[in-house]
């Protein structure tokens, strides 16, 4: 069996997949977000070390741990920790991926330095990356510039954090696909790169060292899981998803709908080279590189969990889909979800988000419907934008919590055109990187793997082209709307 962890933006999770592909026992806790300012999003990192104690200790209780090969860990990208390294205490609350706090400070980069971030990471200038995070938290804590004099300093990605917790201090390292979303390391060179760390004033000591994915990163200690276990593959969790929907493929594209959107491709060994999309590592194994194009999307479950929490127009997300089923359409309703900015493919951080085509007629249910339809709508922003460089693709593959929406599944394969095949298990990031470590580990070969990860349900497209035409059209003019709202 492989314990994988599966560390999310709202959650913990952990698994015990067996070699077979079942799911042995499975645990999860959800852990407390934190809004200290409006757009600002924090966690608490001794929160996400306990609850994920909680979920693996929960799931070992379930299981026989002399089955155990391999742990596996998964993890929300880009939030940042900063710790001591010799107490092992966190120094602030994580910044997580979704904080805008940097927003302004990333605009200060020259055009000069932004292609030359570009060039060297893949990425855009935006605050949605680690390092400005670092950079706010060395500047603004006196905590970590107190550790930074004493060189016990880390900052470090989720999966790194946990790491470090879960080997007793012993490990400090991460892995190239979350080392890709820092905006300090190279992804061409395979490091950090001076320039990088000189524009952020970031020191390379208080990063962690970099190993392949597949790597054994070090060992469990045995005070928690009763016997070491190597820590045997660590992906972030987009590539995990990416490695399990579609692996090398590069005619297939998958979409994770969970708080965010993450619209992801392999591009093999081509780095794109596009404005508007990132390019990123998708796992570095047995010395070979493969690279991702991604479009990541802020705002997606998101937008159901602020018409519940914010609007209190549903009680909970599962509702928004009979809501949405029924009203035949939305009544020219259009919901811009640009709630933290926009993301992939218009990096508009100034854009706010908007409702537009409100008439007396219009009731919750257009509004839910218009929401929904609005993640359908990015995503169909973010695959044009991707398929000039990958032609060919016919088939979008889905996970996350928000596929079990049938309305907004059904929707999405009709405003692409693709067919959307969702995964007969709704834990594709998990088995991913599960997948990579069993197969690192010789407990099942890669046809085993894939075999494992059924299609269950696959929605058609039913749109003529005038009507996508039409809908999409208007979509635009919506998105426009919403664009350069703050100053
Ligand atoms: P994460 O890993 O980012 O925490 P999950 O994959 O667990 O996200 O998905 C949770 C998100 O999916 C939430 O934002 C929630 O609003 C949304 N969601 C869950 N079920 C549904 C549903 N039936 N319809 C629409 N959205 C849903």
Redesign the pocket.
Known sequence: MILTLDL????NRCLAISSTGQCAASAQQEFKQYFPNPAWVEHDPTEIWTSTLTVLKTVIDQIDIQNVSAIAITN?RETVVAWDKHTGKALHNAIVWQCRRTAERMQDFSKSDQTLIKNKTGLPTDAYFSASKMEWLYNNVDAVKEAALTHSLCFGTIDSWVLFQLTQKKCFTSDPSNASRTLLYNIHSLDYDPDLLTLFNIQREWLPSIKESNACFGYSDPSITTKPIPIHAILG?QQASLFAQCGNDTHTIKN?????LFICASTGKKVIDSPSLVSTIGWHINNKTTYAVEGSIFV??????WL?DGLELITD??E??DLAQSVKDTHDVYVVPALTGLGAPHWDSSARGLIVGITRGTTKAHIVRAT?ESLAYQTKDVIETITPFLPGIRCLKV????T??DF?MQFQADITGLTVNKAETSET?AYGVAGLAGISCNIFTEKEFRHMLSTKTCYNPTFKKDKIDVLYTRWKKAVQKSSQWIS
């Open positions: 999310g933006t709202t959650s929300q969790d994770t709908y969970g708080t965010g997606g479950g998101a937008a159901i969990q519940r997300a599962s928004s889909n929904l996970d996350g919590g928000a079990n929406n907004l990031t």
